[in-house]
């Protein structure tokens, strides 16, 4: 069985950086791709950023230049490292892994809540 344990949001203020990590566990044989998405009330959920297994990245417009997405693969865990945090970036973020057991599936984490407000 495959877990996605997610970490490290909260509340804080505009301009201010927060750092998620996500650590994925269980009988895993391979990761192909890990990822951030966020989902803010009424709307849907939206890809934040994204990282290969060798290491490309990809991320969406409004977040390029703030937020920086990274693994460890040996761990294996992703972090998201979020700078200049805006108003409209609060959501509940997810942990996304694409990812071989006996099969490959798509997982997904709880979601860890992310609040940006003065």
């Known amino acids: 069985q495959v877990q996605l344990v997610e970490s490290g949001g909260g509340l804080v203020q505009p301009g201010g950086s927060l750092r998620l990590s996500c650590a994925a566990s269980?009988?895993?044989?391979?990761?192909?791709?890990m990822g951030w998405y966020r989902q803010a009330p009424g709307k849907q959920r939206e890809l934040v950023a994204t990282?290969?297994?060798?290491?490309?990245?990809n991320y969406a417009d409004s977040v390029k230049g703030r937020f920086t997405i990274s693994a460890d693969n040996a761990k294996p865990t992703v972090y998201l490292q979020m700078n200049n945090l805006k108003p409209e970036d609060t959501a509940v973020y997810y942990c996304?892994?694409?990812?071989?057991?006996?099969?490959?599936?798509?997982?997904w984490g709880q979601g860890t809540q992310v609040t940006v407000s003065s």
């Open positions: 269980g009988s895993i044989f391979s990761i192909y791709v």
């Open positions: 990282i290969t297994k060798s290491g490309s990245t």
């Open positions: 996304n892994a694409l990812l071989r057991t006996v099969q490959t599936s798509n997982y």
